[in-house]
């Protein structure tokens, strides 16, 4: 079993940066990726960026592409994302997920979840 703990989340105006972090416990995988989720009101849940253990390869959502930065940080088993020059529809709870089989191809190869944390960004 794994367990996710996402922290970081605030309030924060338009231009702002926020870095939001995931703590992983528990199983350990030797290849496995990972990814960061959100989900505003009214609307579903989008993948905004991946990583891969392999190789640290990352990919991003065309809406969050050059804004935002996924790290990862394997000795202190964290994942981060670096939230830059956010915007108002950048306001969403957000996720961090594992997909221990290293698919991350969409949402359903994810199998392990956080609580999510909030991002509020105000004009």
């Known amino acids: 079993q794994v367990q996710l703990v996402e922290s970081g989340g605030g309030s924060v105006q338009a231009g702002g940066s926020l870095r939001l972090s995931c703590v992983v416990s528990g199983n350990t995988y030797s290849r496995y990726c990972m990814g960061w989720f959100r989900q505003a009101p009214g609307k579903e849940r989008e993948g905004i960026a991946t990583?891969?253990?392999?190789?640290?390869?990352?990919v991003y959502a065309d809406s969050v592409k050059d804004r935002f930065t996924i790290s990862q940080d394997f000795a202190k088993k964290s994942l981060y994302l670096q939230m830059d020059s956010l915007k108002p529809e950048d306001t969403a709870m957000y996720y961090c997920?594992?997909?221990?089989?290293?698919?991350?191809?969409?949402?359903?190869?994810?199998?392990?979840w956080g609580q999510g944390t909030q991002v509020t960004v105000s004009s």
């Open positions: 997920a594992l997909d221990r089989d290293a698919w991350c191809r969409n949402e359903a190869d994810f199998d392990y």
């Open positions: 990583i891969y253990s392999r190789d640290g390869s990352t």
